[in-house]
T-cell receptor
Framework: DTAVSQTPKYLVTQMGNDKSIKCEQNLGHDTMYWYKQDSKKFLKIMFSYNNKELIINETVPNRFSPKSPDKAHLNLHINSLELGDSAVYFC??????????????FGPGTRLTVT | GQSLEQPSEVTAVEGAIVQINCTYQTSGFYGLSWYQQHDGGAPTFLSY????GLEETGRFSSFLSRSDSYGYLLLQELQMKDSASYFCARGHQAGTALIFGKGTTLSVSS
């Protein structure tokens, strides 16, 4: 029974296109995240949502727009894709802040390739 | 700042013990976590230290010294399956995300 799921797993698209990645968690967590992992494996927070409310927007270009329809879902829409957007995007979730925040559950990742 | 520093690569043989160090900047520090990531996989949580001392979970242990702004992950009785990247992480200043180190690639050989 998958805890954090993402679709699609692979996404290959051309520059200038718009694409979305979906994420769902069935852990009953209040907080969800999007992380970006580049080709050097550097993991960087992009967005954090708590109970559908945006908490962190880590200087991400406004071409990236997260949407949380409910606390179990956090989707990521990307407009006007650029070559530099090629990366693996991970969705994650955790219980409330504090100690339990540090135990985050990651989805399998979406490998985005922009050509 | 809130950055973390860890070695980029460590190599070891099966059955050995390896220690992966992590140093961090003290600004707004709330505790240190460790994550494992196999190639092509997702990061998975290993351990968390909020206070000084050692936390043990099977073959893995994690240590924190807040006075030294330093922690480490200790892996004992290494197995080939332990070959992976290991990340230390700390809480984001806004309190609801993680800031990761750049990761340490551990290669275990027979």
């Amino acid at each position: 029974d998958t805890a954090v799921s993402q679709t699609p797993k692979y996404l290959v698209t051309q520059m200038g296109n718009d694409k979305s990645i979906k994420c769902e968690q069935n852990l009953g967590h209040d907080t969800m995240y999007w992380y970006k992992q580049d080709s050097k494996k550097f993991l960087k927070i992009m967005f954090s949502y708590n109970n559908k409310e945006l908490i962190i927007n880590e200087t991400v270009p406004n071409r990236f727009s997260p949407k949380s329809p409910d606390k179990a879902h956090l989707n990521l829409h990307i407009n006007s894709l650029e070559l530099g957007d090629s990366a693996v995007y991970f969705c994650a979730s955790s219980a409330r802040a504090g100690r339990v925040l540090n135990e985050q559950y990651f989805g399998p990742g979406t490998r985005l390739t922009v050509t | 700042g809130q950055s973390l520093e860890q070695p980029s690569e460590v190599t070891a043989v099966e059955g050995a013990i390896v220690q992966i160090n992590c140093t961090y900047q003290t600004s707004g520090f709330y505790g240190l976590s460790w994550y494992q990531q196999h190639d092509g996989g997702a990061p998975t949580f290993l351990s968390y230290n909020a206070l000084d001392g050692l936390e043990e979970t099977g073959r893995f242990s994690s240590f924190l010294s807040r006075s030294d702004s330093y922690g480490y992950l200790l892996l004992q009785e290494l197995q080939m399956k332990d070959s992976a990247s290991y990340f230390c992480a700390r809480g984001h200043q806004a309190g609801t995300a993680l800031i990761f180190g750049k990761g340490t690639t551990l290669s275990v050989s027979s």
